[in-house]
C-alpha cells in the first residue's frame, strides 16, 4: 500500500501506480458532488493506467460520478465490506516458494 495523499493529478497517480506495478488503485470521492473536471480526471487516470488494473473508488460523491466510473471500468466501494471484497479479488495470490 502507498498512500499519495489527495489531489493528486492523474497523471502522477498513473505513474506511481506504473513504478509500483499495482494491481489497483483506490480513490475516495467525497467532495465536489458532480463536478465536470472530476467526471473529466477520472476519465484521464482510466486512459492512463496500464491495462489490467483496478480502479476501487469508495466517498460519498460516488453517485454523482457514475457515469464517468461506469466508463472507465470502476468497482464502486460503498462501504468497506465491498472493499475488503473487492482488495481480495484484486490482490495477487502467492504460493511459498519450494525449499525456502
Not at 476519465?43 to 473508488?57: K, N, Q
Not at 466508463?71 to 472493499?83: E, K, Q, V, Y
Amino acid at each position: 500500500v502507498t498512500y499519495l495523499g489527495p489531489n493528486l493529478p492523474a497523471k502522477d497517480i498513473a505513474e506511481a501506480t506504473a513504478s509500483r506495478r499495482a494491481s489497483a488503485v483506490a480513490l475516495s470521492l467525497v467532495h465536489p458532488h458532480g463536478h465536470p473536471d472530476t467526471a473529466d480526471d477520472l476519465r484521464r487516470l482510466g486512459s492512463l493506467l496500464e491495462p489490467g488494473t483496478t480502479v476501487l473508488v469508495g466517498g460519498d460523491a460516488i453517485e454523482s460520478y457514475s457515469q464517468a466510473l461506469d466508463d472507465i471500468g470502476a468497482r464502486t466501494c460503498p462501504d468497506m465490506a465491498s472493499l475488503r471484497e473487492s482488495l481480495n479479488r484484486v490482490r495477487p495470490i502467492y504460493s511459498p516458494v519450494a525449499g525456502a
